[in-house]
Nanobody, 122 residues
Framework: QVQLIESGGGLVQAGGSLRLSCAASGRTFGSYAMGWFRQAPGKEREFVAA????????YYADSVEGRFTISRDNAKNTVYLQMNGLNPEDTAVYYC???????????????WGQGTQVTVSS
C-alpha cells in the first residue's frame, strides 16, 4: 500500500512559479514510478509528468515540456513538480500517483493522492 499526500498548490499570477510536493508513505514507494496528472473543470484528467524510480528517466506532456520539472527523493519518499512560466491554462487540480509501465496512461497508476488546487490568474 502507498498513501500519497500532495501539497504546495495555491494562487499565482501568470508567469509565476510553484513547487508541488507529494509525500508518500508505505514501504514500497521506491519500487514505483511516480506521476503527476491534472484535471481542469469539465475536462478529463490528463498526464503532466512522470519519473522512474531511479530518477534517471522522466516524461512530460508537450504542454509543459520545458516549463515543468519532475524530481524525486527516495530517501524522503517525496516527489516534486517544479512549475515555472505558469499560465491560466495550467489551472487545475494536480494529482500525484504511483504507477508502473507506460506512465502516460492513467490506467497504469495504482495509487492516487487527493489533489491540490493550482490557480493561475491572468
Amino acid at each position: 500500500q502507498v498513501q500519497l499526500i500532495e501539497s504546495g498548490g495555491g494562487l499565482v499570477q501568470a508567469g509565476g512559479s510553484l513547487r508541488l510536493s507529494c509525500a508518500a508513505s508505505g514501504r514500497t514507494f521506491g519500487s514505483y514510478a511516480m506521476g503527476w496528472f491534472r484535471q481542469a473543470p469539465g475536462k478529463e484528467r490528463e498526464f503532466v509528468a512522470a519519473i522512474r524510480w531511479s530518477g534517471r528517466s522522466t516524461y512530460y506532456a508537450d504542454s509543459v515540456e520545458g516549463r515543468f520539472t519532475i524530481s524525486r527523493d527516495n530517501a524522503k519518499n517525496t516527489v516534486y513538480l517544479q512549475m515555472n512560466g505558469l499560465n491560466p491554462e495550467d489551472t487545475a487540480v494536480y494529482y500525484c500517483a504511483a504507477g508502473r509501465d507506460n506512465l502516460r496512461l492513467r490506467s497504469n497508476y495504482d495509487y492516487w493522492g487527493q489533489g491540490t488546487q493550482v490557480t493561475v490568474s491572468s
